[in-house]
């Protein structure tokens, strides 16, 4: 997640190694001719529902092997979320150039001339994802939870004028808070019924309003599946990077922790996680706490839960069907009665 | 027509098939989830034909009675006004479920107008009430969802 339940097939195209092997050889060739690329394998990757993740092997000069990875579109009509991948790219390269965040290198672009589809190769992080790395025997788990604050705290530290131009800045925090709360109501009115709890969550966030935090990088799907353990830690899949609330991806990874099988780093121990990202941002307790990640918690689910509302809503107008969906009204049902929970829970704290 | 066996008497006992007979002649593990999924599906919707018409029907009349108190109160303005406006002219003796639904989510419409209304005006009293409302629904909610888990993901 925000990865959507239904299994990708794969754009036909970028399901054939040879075709894909030779549209790499070729964009490489074009990149980087000083160096005499070869291809010497490609294969698919599994686990990434929104793009298509292919792993190759490319012999520099006929010496120094690299292992890459191959991020391209989907076709069309698999899209689930609709991200830019030119967008992704030249964030990617601010950031590879600056240093300041850790992430495996962006490396090349295609805009669809070699590949078929749009394509940014990056470097291959070895390693396992800390998903897995936190369930196995003996895991650090509290070290773990302080690395991944470190690396939260520095993808947050960005300088926003590495990224101007890239993404778009809103014009205040109180204008993009307003935005997010405001989503919620917005989904509610193009429903095909109406449904009460969510113009109340709507109207309960606007009006309690935690105290405001300067906007920052956010990378927008911060989660285990998405941080990659090599020494230290490497963040992938940026799709989602915006610039926004930081507390935004604090709150995303409590909750998709709490989702999902495997230990929530945060939930350990919040206090310690919450001190050690404070110390490494400057922030303070009056921003940054368990009560302000609890709102942001709720604020990060208005993508997933809202596009599956917005399936239901298809359905109920005759454009969608299957058993799936109708089986994640479930999900809705519960979204509602947690949503509405948390926001109780939280009525003084803020 | 046929009242008995009920519907969700009927539904339940196609679930039962589903997994007593259907399920283990299955060995394609795709397939497995769709019918585990098919299982859970019954299950809600025979919950929901048990109920659907009187809960719906109740909690009509409650949204819109709360609205009224809302707007009679001084919160609101003219959505609130015309959203129990339009909730009213849904009022419909016949329990269809067509006209049932229809009514239903008008009043739900004067609800959600009412409680941000409440909301806005700070006052705590009526919100609560509000709260109240929205919190019995999504009791329901659950009532319907039973025991639910994300069948298919490790």
């Keep these: 997640m925000p990865h959507s339940l239904r299994g990708y097939r794969g754009e036909p195209a970028l399901r054939d190694m040879d075709a894909l092997s030779r549209g790499l050889t070729r964009l490489l060739s074009t990149e980087a001719p000083d160096r005499r690329p070869e291809v010497l394998s490609v294969r698919p990757l599994t686990g990434g529902y929104s793009r298509v993740m292919s792993r190759a092997t490319v012999r520099w000069d006929g010496t120094e092997e690299q292992d890459v990875i191959l991020r391209s579109d989907p076709d069309s009509s698999e899209v689930v979320y609709m991200t830019s991948r030119i967008t992704e790219w030249k964030l990617l390269r601010v950031l590879t150039a600056a240093r300041a965040v850790p992430m495996p290198a962006a490396l090349y672009y295609d805009d669809g001339t070699h590949l078929g589809t749009e394509t940014i190769v990056l470097d291959c992080c070895p390693g396992s994802s800390l998903h897995a790395a936190a369930q196995a025997d003996g895991a650090d788990l509290a070290g773990h939870a302080l690395a991944v604050a470190d690396a939260l705290a520095a993808i947050h530290l960005t300088d926003l004028s590495l990224v101007e131009g890239v993404l778009e800045t809103p014009a205040s925090w109180d204008d993009y808070l307003s935005d997010l709360t405001g989503e919620w109501s917005r989904a509610e009115r193009a429903h095909p019924e109406s449904v009460p709890v969510l113009r109340y969550l709507g109207a309960w966030l606007s009006a309690h309003r935690p105290a405001p935090l300067g906007l920052g990088l956010v990378h927008g799907d911060f989660q285990t599946a998405n941080i990659m353990v090599h020494g230290d830690l490497q963040v992938i899949d940026w799709e989602f990077a915006h610039i926004g609330d930081p507390r935004e991806d604090l709150g995303w990874f409590n909750l998709y922790s709490a989702s999902t099988s495997g230990p929530n780093l945060y939930a350990l121990d919040p206090e310690a996680f919450l001190e050690r990202y404070r110390a490494r941002t400057g922030t303070s307790a009056d921003t940054v706490n368990q009560a302000t990640v609890t709102y942001f918690s709720v604020i990060a689910a208005t993508r997933v839960y809202l596009d599956i509302l917005r399936a239901a809503g298809s359905m109920a107008e005759g454009r969608a069907q299957g058993v799936m969906l109708t089986y994640n009204l479930n999900a809705v049902a519960l979204g509602n009665f947690n949503w509405l929970s948390t926001c109780q829970a939280l009525e003084g704290m803020l | ?154």
């Design chain 2, 1 to 154: 027509m046929i009242s008995r066996p009920t519907t969700d008497q009927i539904l339940l006992d196609c679930r039962r098939e589903l997994l007593e007979t259907v399920l283990p002649a299955v060995s394609d593990p795709a397939v497995a989830v769709c019918v585990q999924m098919m299982e859970n599906v019954l299950r809600n919707t025979a919950t929901r034909a048990a109920h659907e018409i009187a809960w719906m029907t109740e909690e009509s009349e409650q949204m819109l009675a709360y609205a009224r108190d809302v707007a009679a109160g001084g919160p609101g303005g003219d959505d609130l006004a015309a959203a129990i406006q339009a909730a009213e002219a849904a009022r419909s003796p016949s329990l269809h479920l067509d006209d049932v639904v229809a009514a239903y989510s008008a009043a739900g419409e004067a609800l959600s107008c009412a409680v941000e209304a409440a909301i806005a005006a700070g006052d705590e009293a009526l919100t609560g009430r509000g709260v109240d409302l929205i919190k019995a629904r999504t009791d329901r909610e659950q009532e319907i969802k039973g025991e639910w888990t994300m069948i298919g993901r490790g």
